[in-house]
């Protein structure tokens, strides 16, 4: 899976807003549910989204959830995480993932196909 930061390199202001795109070029697009993980420094890796291309279900995770969406354009294989209202508690690397299949609401149990290698989005204060 190959991520990007789009606008400002992924340094943004508390209150600002970042888009977070991945592709995953070489997957059957419509055959996975696509998600983002985060690790803050210091701490454990925590699933922030997920969504499902079957039916476009989505999931959040409780201090993101009115906050970030996440969405796909599959056309392009292209799955996006749009934050907004940015806080420095949302600093931390950032991960695209894939599962193969659906997902349900203990999707934060289940066992990621893919990982991307990470994007740093750092909130200053």
């Known amino acids: 899976l190959r991520c990007s930061c789009r606008r400002w390199g992924g340094l943004v202001q508390a209150g600002g807003s970042l888009r977070l795109s991945c592709v995953a070029s070489?997957?059957?697009?419509?055959?996975?549910?696509f998600g983002w993980w985060r690790q803050a420094p210091g701490k454990g890796r925590e699933g922030v989204s997920i969504i499902d291309t079957s039916d476009n279900t989505t999931f959040y995770t409780d201090s993101v959830n009115g906050r970030f969406t996440i969405s796909t354009d599959n056309a392009k294989n292209t799955v996006y995480l749009q934050m907004n209202s940015l806080k420095p508690d949302d600093t931390a690397v950032y991960y695209c993932?894939?599962?193969?299949?659906?997902?349900?609401?203990?999707?934060?149990?289940?066992?990621?196909?893919?990982w991307g290698k990470g994007t740093l989005v750092t909130v200053s204060s």
């Open positions: 070489e997957l059957t697009f419509d055959d996975y549910a």
């Open positions: 993932t894939a599962i193969l299949g659906t997902i349900g609401i203990s999707w934060r149990d289940y066992d990621m196909d893919y």
